[in-house]
C-alpha cells in the first residue's frame, strides 16, 4: 500500500496538534481552585464558634437597622410611610396621590 507524502504529512501534522491542544492546564486550573478553596478553609478553621456567631449577628444587626432607616414622607400632607408607594389617599393634594420624599428617621 502506498501513501503519498502530501497525506503522510497531513496525518502527522493534525496528530501534533492533537496532542498539543490536550494539556494539563485543566488540571492546573482544579488545583489552583482546590487551593483556594483550602486557604478560605483555614481561615475559618482559625476562628472560634462564638466569634462566627458574634460577627453574623453584628451583621444581620446593621442589616436589620439599615432596611429600617428609610421612610417616605409626603410633601403635601406630611404623612409617613415605610414604601412610598404610590396611593390615592392624600387629601391635600390635587390629583389625590402622595408626592413621597425620601426622609430619613
Same mark, same amino acid.
Do not use: P
Given at each position: 500500500m502506498h501513501f503519498p507524502?502530501? @497525506? &503522510?504529512? =497531513?496525518?502527522?501534522?493534525? #496528530?501534533?496538534? &492533537? !496532542? /498539543?491542544? *490536550?494539556s494539563y492546564d485543566m488540571f492546573e486550573a482544579r488545583d489552583?481552585?482546590?487551593e483556594l478553596s483550602t486557604r478560605t478553609d483555614?481561615?475559618?478553621s =482559625? &476562628?472560634?464558634t462564638r466569634e462566627l456567631i458574634a460577627e453574623l449577628s453584628e451583621r #444581620?444587626?446593621?442589616r436589620k437597622s439599615d432596611d429600617h432607616s428609610t421612610q417616605f414622607e409626603c410633601t403635601e400632607c406630611?404623612? +409617613? !410611610? +415605610?414604601t412610598g /408607594? +404610590? !396611593?390615592k389617599t392624600c387629601p391635600q393634594s390635587k390629583d389625590? *396621590? @402622595?408626592s413621597w420624599a425620601k426622609t430619613s428617621k
Open positions: 507524502t502530501l @497525506h &503522510l504529512l =497531513s496525518i502527522v501534522a493534525s #496528530l501534533a496538534v &492533537l !496532542s /498539543k491542544g *490536550y489552583y481552585i482546590d483555614a481561615a475559618l =482559625s &476562628l472560634s #444581620l444587626d446593621r406630611l404623612a +409617613k !410611610s +415605610k /408607594k +404610590k !396611593s389625590g *396621590y @402622595h
